[in-house]
């Protein structure tokens, strides 16, 4: 018979607990971070910043986590593994329920990754499975190129991609403001809700990047 380890809710209190303790902000995935306070004490916020689910190769760690801060700088909540996951969290479940949660996934392709197998190109796959159940018109995926790499034939068919090279500030303005124009566009279907289509959900938009 096979053993399941299953954390109960007061060992997942008592890590974060003990992150805390250490310093660190704790995010929960969809819902927001709790963090120490000036008076010693615990606060919890809520998370209103839109999700970005950054997808990398390890030899490219460099330029993901700089990815990462510079969106996190403008405002945003980027999602990168070696970033947001904690100990001993299952590592493909907590990607596959961040990838779920995210507004947006941005896979980052060099030439270190295109040819690479392993759980970059999982990622990209569960990812465009996501973007199968999402309206055609919505935007989810929006690939980066950080070198002067192939992009996978699948993607280039059914999505334009971003360069971040040469001009790294040119590139990533283009994903903020394809970033911006979506969530745009997704204020005012709230407002002014189309009887004929559906708000998306689940993995909340659709392959075309701008």
């Given at each position: 018979?096979?053993?399941?380890?299953?954390?109960?809710?007061?060992?997942?209190?008592?890590?974060?607990?003990?992150?805390?303790?250490?310093?660190?902000?704790?995010?929960?995935?969809?819902?927001?971070?709790?963090?120490?306070?000036?008076?010693?004490?615990?606060?919890?916020?809520?998370?209103?910043?839109?999700?970005?689910?950054?997808?990398?190769?390890?030899?490219?760690?460099?330029?993901?986590?700089?990815?990462?801060?510079?969106?996190?700088?403008?405002?945003?909540?980027?999602?990168?593994?070696?970033?947001?996951?904690?100990?001993?969290?299952?590592?493909?479940?907590?990607i596959e329920e961040a990838i779920e949660t995210s507004d947006f996934f941005v896979p980052c392709f060099s030439s270190l990754s295109v040819g690479k197998e392993g759980f970059y190109q999982k990622?990209?796959?569960?990812?465009?499975?996501?973007?199968?159940?999402?309206?055609?018109?919505?935007?989810?995926?929006?690939?980066?190129?950080?070198?002067?790499?192939?992009?996978?034939?699948?993607?280039?068919?059914?999505?334009?991609?971003?360069?971040l090279f040469p001009d790294w500030n040119r590139g990533l303005r283009r994903i903020v403001a394809v970033i911006q124009k979506q969530l745009r566009k997704r204020r005012r279907f709230t407002q002014?809700?189309?009887?004929?289509?559906?708000?998306?959900?689940?993995?909340?938009?659709?392959?075309?990047?701008?």
């Open positions: 018979m096979t053993e399941i380890n299953v954390a109960t809710s007061e060992q997942v209190a008592q890590l974060v607990r003990h992150c805390l303790e250490e310093g660190q902000r704790v995010e929960i995935d969809g819902l927001g971070v709790f963090e120490r306070d000036s008076r010693g004490g615990y606060k919890f916020t809520a998370l209103s910043r839109p999700k970005i689910f950054l997808g990398y190769v390890a030899e490219d760690i460099l330029l993901a986590e700089r990815l990462f801060d510079d969106l996190e700088k403008l405002g945003f909540a980027p999602w990168l593994d070696r970033r947001k996951m904690l100990p001993g969290q299952n590592w493909p479940r907590a990622e990209i796959r569960y990812a465009l499975d996501c973007a199968r159940h999402v309206p055609l018109d919505e935007i989810f995926l929006i690939p980066a190129r950080l070198d002067d790499c192939p992009v996978p034939a699948r993607i280039r068919r059914e999505t334009h991609y971003i360069d002014n809700p189309n009887p004929d289509s559906s708000p998306s959900a689940g993995c909340p938009v659709s392959p075309a990047a701008g």
